[in-house]
Structure formats: structure tokens, C-alpha cells
């Protein structure tokens, strides 16, 4: 084996770092962040502004306290167990369009596949426990993915950038009613994320992390050759209804510290088939951070419904990220390699406003909403796998309900935002740019208690 002085392991060592600042990859972006803006076609139709106002599944996701809004069934038989709650299921389908130029020629639109979100879950009161609500759910907490094939490199040769995170939590939650205007909830999460990532696999100095987790429009098989890791944390919510039209709240979520494992990676050692060589990997600094949500809901009318969320991401806790390389399945091959990318990240700030107006009392609602949450990466980290956060969305929406069911539509824009930036430890140049823009769709189909 090559000893950690060699200069097959300086020579690996210096292609992989290369790699690594051409595309400085992080977890894949959604639109606030690695977030997406709500957890349910109706959150989403208000632009995310829900976490107080609107009274479906998302709730579970946003502010659990919040649950105990949820009406009783006012025609129940009383002889059931249940008083009232709800259940859904919604699916989401996010189609991101990036584009990237550069000083190496380079002038592409990326791969621009869709991507899926899937939302479920159901919170329930028992009539024996009038004060206590109870969910669970899960949900497609965050991530997205780019993919860019035939860019030019500094190797001479055209080669592919991809990138893929994901992250699912199941969530659950309890919420007491402390008096008549104040609610508390509070639930652990536990989380599965998976990451797949090719550096230029086909140039010197290449590198490809997983694959199949990022097939089947981001839906594919969980593990595989991905690293992948479980993570565990905690929701706590509390609400407060200041008057009969006045609602506000707020919730907090701990970190998640990624520990990626368990997955392989093919380096390719002399730019040919014959110099792949494949490692067991692990990616270690990554952490979904810790965040807190402030909602606000009014009621001027029985019909309307207007909102305000604001909520602070601790990002500034994503310093750098590490790729541990081990047991090489070539003889002569570096035993490990340890490449370590510098990131900065800092803390960002999302405002959500959203409005709902029912066109017919209890029957068919309208929605609308804007979101903005300023950008956390710093220009100097970016490259064409990391797809800088919308800032600007717009969103709309509609909800119809037929006695206890009900079927809701949201749909946001993400306007585009170009981005020119330097690496100075990558060589794509001075100036090069990124303009991601995008839209979701989601569909969620809800029953009440």
C-alpha cells in the first residue's frame, strides 16, 4: 500500500481537492435552503405561512403545539373514541432549471430533472383526553439535486457534475391544551438521509460517491451504495390565541448531524477504467441545523385568512464538510484519503406571508403568498453543483372540501437569481455564473375527524 507520505497519494490527494473546489458540493439545495417552503399544498399555496393559521398535516412539521386549533367533529357518532382531527397525504413534484457558464467555455443548462416530495400523516383528539392531540407523520424534510454531463474541465476532457441529498424525518407530536387560548406540543423526530455525488468520475482525480439512491426522480432505493445515515432530534411548539381572531405562535427544532456511511466511492486514479479504484466512503460535517419558526394568523372575517411566519436557520454551523476515503480494493492504491471542503455558511432568515379567502363558506378557498429568505452560502464556496437558494417565490393555491374530505393544490415559483462568483481554489475562472430558477407543484389530499 501507499504510504501517507507517497507521491500517488499527493497526486490523488491534490486531483480530488480539485474536484471538490471546481463544484465546492454541499447538500443539494431546496428553496430555503435545503428546506422546502411547506409541508402541505395548502402550506405551500400560502407561500409557507402556515404554521399557526392553516389546520392540516403540516402542522405536525411546523408548530405541533398548533394541533390543538383543530376543531371537534361537530357530527361524529358520540360513540366514538375519536373527537376530531385530520389525516392526509400529499404529493409533490419540484422541477428546478439551472444553467452554468464559465471561463472554460462552458454554457449549459443542466440535466433539470424533477424531483419528488412526499408528505402523510394524521393527528387524532380521543374524547377521553379532550385537552390531548396526537400525530404523526412523515416527511420530506428537505433536499434536492443538480446534475450537469458534458462540462468542459481543466483535464481536457468533458465529464459530469452530480449532486443528490435527501432527507425524510418521521415526526411525531403531543399537544396539551393548558388553558382555553394556550397550547403546548412537543415530539421527537427521527430522520433517514442518503447523499450520492460524481466529481468528474471519467477525469484524473474523479470521484463518484453512490448512484442509485438518486434514481426514479429522487424516489430511489434507500442505502444501496449511497452513504447513508439516521439521525434523531426533537420539535417543541407553543401557541396562544390572543383574541378570537388573533393567533401566534412559535417552535423550535434541534440539529441534525449527518453521519454518512456505509456507502462506496470509485476514484479514478489515472483518468482511465483501468485506474478506478473503489473505497468504502464516509462524509462527515454536515448538519440540518437547529431553527426556530414565529407564526402569526388573523381573521378579519370569518372568510379570510391572512398570515406571517418568520423564521432563523443556524447555518452558520455549516463550516466545511469532510469525504473519508478507506480500504482501497487495489493493491498500490492510497490506504485512505480524508478531503476536506471549506463551506462558511451563514445564518438565514426566511419571511413567509400568506392570504386564504373562502369563495364559498367551508367548500372552495383561494390562496396566495411570498416568500423570502436571503442566501446562506458565501460566493467564494460556490461552483455548479451547489445551486445558490432561491430567494424570491410567489405562490398560489386553492382547497376544496367536500363534507369531510378535501383536496388542495400549491403552486410556487422560484424567480430566477443569477449568481457571478470567483472560486479562487477552483479553475472555472473569474466570474462564472449560476441562474437557478424553478417551480413546484403539490397535491394533497386530506380527511377530517
Known amino acids: 500500500m501507499a504510504t501517507p507520505g507517497s507521491p500517488l497519494r499527493s497526486l490523488v490527494s491534490a486531483g480530488l481537492v480539485a474536484c471538490l473546489l471546481l463544484a465546492a458540493v454541499q447538500p443539494a439545495l431546496a428553496t430555503n435552503a435545503t428546506n422546502l417552503l411547506g409541508y402541505s399544498a395548502a402550506s405551500q399555496g400560502m407561500g409557507g405561512a402556515g404554521s399557526v393559521g392553516l389546520l392540516d398535516i403540516s402542522l405536525l412539521n411546523t408548530n405541533p403545539a398548533s394541533l390543538s386549533l383543530l376543531p371537534d367533529s361537530k357530527d361524529r ?173 412559535a417552535a423550535y427544532t434541534s440539529p441534525g448531524k449527518f453521519d454518512f456511511r456505509h456507502g462506496t466511492a470509485d476514484v479514478n486514479l489515472t483518468g482511465g477504467a483501468a485506474g478506478r479504484v473503489k473505497y468504502d466512503v464516509e462524509v462527515s460535517g454536515i448538519t440540518h441545523p437547529q431553527f426556530v419558526q414565529t407564526g402569526l394568523a388573523f381573521r378579519p372575517t370569518p372568510r379570510w385568512l391572512l398570515a406571517l411566519d418568520l423564521s432563523w436557520h443556524d447555518w452558520s454551523v455549516f463550516e466545511e464538510f469532510t469525504i473519508h476515503l478507506r480500504n482501497p480494493n487495489r493493491a498500490g492504491a492510497p490506504a485512505k484519503l480524508d478531503i476536506v471542503t471549506k463551506e462558511d455558511w451563514r445564518d438565514q432568515y426566511v419571511i413567509a406571508v400568506g392570504a386564504a379567502y373562502e369563495l364559498i363558506p367551508e367548500i372552495f378557498t383561494v390562496r396566495g403568498g411570498y416568500n423570502y429568505a436571503n442566501n446562506p452560502s458565501p460566493a467564494r464556496t460556490f461552483g455548479p453543483a451547489i445551486q445558490v437558494p432561491f430567494e424570491h417565490h410567489v405562490s398560489a393555491g386553492a382547497g376544496y372540501r367536500a363534507g369531510r374530505l378535501e383536496l388542495d393544490l400549491g403552486f410556487i415559483y422560484a424567480f430566477e437569481k443569477k449568481v457571478t462568483y470567483t472560486n479562487n481554489g477552483g479553475p472555472f475562472g473569474q466570474d462564472a455564473t449560476e441562474k437557478p430558477s424553478g417551480f413546484s407543484v403539490d397535491v394533497t389530499v386530506g380527511y377530517r375527524f
Open 77 to 249: 357518532d358520540p360513540k366514538s373514541l375519536i373527537s376530531g382531527g385530520v389525516a392526509g397525504f400529499n404529493l409533490g413534484v419540484l422541477q428546478p432549471y439551472l444553467h452554468h457558464t464559465d471561463a472554460l467555455g462552458n454554457d449549459r443548462e443542466g440535466e433539470n430533472n424533477p424531483f419528488i416530495a412526499i408528505h402523510g400523516g394524521a393527528a387524532v383528539r380521543f374524547r377521553g383526553l379532550p385537552k390531548f392531540t396526537f400525530g404523526l407523520g412523515v416527511f420530506s424534510q428537505s433536499g434536492l439535486g443538480s446534475e450537469f454531463r458534458g462540462l468542459r474541465t481543466p483535464f481536457g476532457t468533458r465529464d459530469e457534475v452530480t449532486s443528490y441529498e435527501r432527507f425524510v424525518k418521521l415526526q411525531s407530536a403531543v399537544t396539551y391544551q393548558v388553558t382555553e387560548n394556550l397550547s403546548i406540543g412537543a415530539g421527537p423526530y427521527l430522520g433517514y438521509a442518503d447523499l450520492t455525488l460524481h466529481m468528474f468520475p471519467n477525469s484524473p482525480g474523479g470521484l463518484a460517491i453512490g448512484d442509485r439512491c438518486a434514481r426514479n426522480f429522487g424516489v430511489g432505493e434507500p442505502g444501496s451504495d449511497c452513504p447513508w445515515t439516521v439521525v434523531a432530534g426533537g420539535k417543541v411548539g407553543v401557541t396562544y390565541r390572543v383574541t378570537p381572531t388573533v393567533t401566534i405562535g
